[in-house]
């Protein structure tokens, strides 16, 4: 067998044997198969697809690439969250201290940014001190501790995964169905998660563009679910608009606090609040009522914010140390009127132009820059007013370019539904 010929398989449209599958990943990983070949599989399979079958051994080569986490000796339900990208996206902050403060174990293993999404990592690490990378050893000791533990992925949990994310987000393969359910279902299962959590994006600032690619990529993670024996629900949640306020890695941060304080944007909070409740209600096994109330009440009590403190401080961080460029430009609304649209997916990628995310693999991103929306699809506002504060290093960014992301009209438009829809195995 030659990576010749599976790459020209795959391109022709064939579906690849468990065999040929297990020969690229295992090849890239021991370095057998270069960058430039393993990026040309990539595309095949991103313009061509995968089936179920080939997506499911895709997942379990992924799995076995590495180790496996044994929970079960912390007699407790493990409930896990992930989200398939989108500007703004935030929630994992927020969501996984709520339901470690109501008494289920939360393990996230999480991703840095890619393409013109934000990741979890990325963001923690603008938190000075911050500690991502943890052994084995250390983190089960942290879930037994306190209950919560977010964490990149291990070079020895899913090992085919991260190599193959990061190639991912710099050859332009971000957005194949199956290397998303594959690389997340890969995480969740090797880390050990009884119950996960799907956040799946729709719309311009997505990975999915379009209500039916983002119901196939669900159906992919709910069938690779069932086949590990795990509970999956999907909520599909719009992503045509940035979520929250904020866009920026320290900017977030800062935003994810002031949510857990029971302030900030109402958007955040909804998406935020529905995907805590199903987490709870199935770590708690309570009503989806009752998990919702519960969680509300973590947020006003504060309990959420006592418990990210906690995780901010057992992973080594300066929760007063949270970087922000001082270099702030005010942008000014052009025209009288109402927001109708915004360019989410050129929000994210003028955000990555300022350093905020990654051009090339391993590049190091600026933490402290980002944009701040002043205002949302369905607001007002009026000429000369401040539409977006842009925290800046010394890159230049055309300041225009950002202005233009926004349609301002003299009809005002109904906000969209955040929740599409809930999908579940």
Not at 89 to 106: F, H, Q, R, W, Y
Not at 157 to 169: C, G
Not at 292 to 316: D, P, T
Request: net charge neutral; with cysteine.
């Amino acid at each position: 067998m030659n990576i010749l010929t599976v790459i020209e398989n795959k391109k022709n449209k064939q579906e690849l044997s468990l065999e040929e599958i297990k020969y690229v990943v295992n090849g890239f990983v021991a370095g057998q198969i270069p960058d430039y070949q393993m990026s040309a599989f990539l595309m095949a399979v991103l313009l061509n697809g995968m089936s179920i079958e080939e997506t499911i051994n895709l997942t379990d080569v992924m799995i076995k690439s590495g180790d496996t986490l044994d929970l079960s000796f912390l007699n407790s339900k493990i409930v896990d969250k992930h989200s398939t990208g989108g500007v703004g996206d935030k929630t994992t902050l927020i969501v996984a201290p709520i339901v470690a403060s109501l008494g289920v174990k939360v393990f996230k293993m999480s991703g840095r940014g890619l393409g013109h999404t934000g990741g979890t990592i990325d963001k923690l690490e603008a938190i000075k001190g911050f500690k991502t990378t943890i052994d084995k050893k250390d983190l089960l000791k942290q879930i037994e501790n306190i209950g919560i533990c977010i964490a990149a992925q291990t070079a020895s949990l899913a090992p085919a995964d991260k190599k193959i994310y990061a190639l991912r987000d710099v050859t332009g393969t971000t957005n194949s169905i199956p290397l998303i359910a594959s690389s997340i279902m890969s995480k969740k299962i090797a880390g050990g998660a009884d119950y996960i959590v799907l956040d799946v994006k729709v719309g311009n600032g997505a990975l999915m563009k379009n209500e039916q690619d983002a119901r196939l990529l669900a159906d992919y993670i709910l069938k690779i679910g069932k086949h590990y024996n795990k509970k999956v629900v999907c909520l599909l949640t719009n992503m045509n608009e940035p979520l929250g306020n904020s866009v920026g890695n320290g900017l977030e941060v800062l935003e994810s606090i002031d949510l857990l304080k029971n302030k900030g944007p109402k958007d955040l909070k909804e998406i935020v609040l529905a995907l805590a409740s199903q987490m709870v209600h199935y770590g708690l096994d309570i009503s989806l009522d009752e998990a919702y109330i519960k969680c509300q009440e973590s947020l006003e009590n504060q309990k959420a914010l006592q418990k990210f403190e906690e995780l901010v401080k057992w992973q080594g961080g300066d929760i007063s140390k949270i970087a922000v460029s001082d270099k702030v430009v005010s942008l000014k609304s052009p025209k009288t009127g109402f927001i109708t649209d915004i360019d989410t997916l050129k929000i994210g990628l003028l955000a990555k132009e300022l350093g905020a995310g990654r051009m090339k693999e391993n590049e190091k991103i600026d933490y402290g820059v980002g944009l701040v929306l002043n205002k949302k699809v369905g607001d007002y506002v009026t000429e000369g007013e401040e539409l977006v504060k842009i925290y800046m290093n010394e890159k230049d960014l055309p300041l225009q370019e950002v202005v233009s992301c926004f349609t301002i009209d003299t009809d005002k438009i109904d906000k969209r539904n955040l929740i599409i829809d809930i999908l579940s195995n």
